[in-house]
Structures are given as C-alpha cells and as structure tokens.
Nanobody
Framework: QVQPVESGGGLVQAGGSLRLSCAAS?????????MAWFRQAPGKEREFVAA????????YYADSVKGRFTISRNNAKNTVYLQMNSLKSEDTAVYYC???????????????????WGQGTQVTVSS
C-alpha cells in the first residue's frame, strides 16, 4: 500500500501562490494509483479539489479552483503536485492527498472511492 505524505502548506497573502507536494512513502510507486487532492475548511465537510489519472493524461478540478489550481504528477519522482495561484481567503483549509487503487467502477470526485490518505497540510490565505 502507499502512504501519501503532504508538504508545502503555509501562510500566504490573498493573490499569492503555493505549491503542495505529495510524496509516496513505504517503498511503493504512485504510478500505480490515481491521485487527488481534497480539502477541509473549519466547520465544513471535506471537499474534492483536483485529481489526476495514473499516467497524468486526464485531470479534473472543482469549479471553485478551475483556472487557478493545477494538478500534476512526476511518477519518476514518485510525487504529485498541486500548484495554487491567485489564492483566496476561501481556499484556507487543510489539504489532503489521496490515492485510489485501480478499480472497474469509481467516482473521481467521491472521497469514499480513495483508499489511502495523507495527514494533511495546512494552507492559510490572509486577506
């Protein structure tokens, strides 16, 4: 199994940028998994942010981040990234990296369909 480990969170002013990284620990390769980012703001449920297919050919975004965030992966480095630009105060949340095993039927946007989760990294956007 894969153990995602997030990094790159922090405090940034509105309009600024951050890049989150998700590395796989435990000696496994993320090339075997579809990957996604979710986030959870204080007092709210966890929500989908972005996802990327095994080979990176397909990407998916929540409407709230489309055009501002970019998900990518470097399987050679065993890492997935989330580039976040034009950050807004409403982007403040704990960001989680998740991995999904191949399966015949799934929903890219549903957290219940992801098998492995990181501990999360805090992103705070000040206005």
């Amino acid at each position: 199994q894969v153990q995602p480990v997030e990094s790159g969170g922090g405090l940034v002013q509105a309009g600024g940028s951050l890049r989150l990284s998700c590395a796989a620990s435990g000696g496994t390769f993320i090339s075997n998994y579809a990957m996604a980012w979710f986030r959870q703001a204080p007092g709210k449920e966890r929500e989908f942010v972005a996802a990327i297919s095994l080979n990176g050919a397909s990407t998916y975004y929540a409407d709230s981040v489309k055009g501002r965030f970019t998900i990518s992966r470097n399987n050679a480095k065993n890492t997935v990234y989330l580039q976040m630009n034009s950050l807004k105060s409403e982007d403040t949340a704990v960001y989680y990296c998740a991995a999904r095993r191949p399966r015949p039927s799934y929903s890219t946007y549903d957290e219940a369909h992801y098998d492995y989760w990181g501990q999360g990294t805090q992103v705070t956007v000040s206005s």
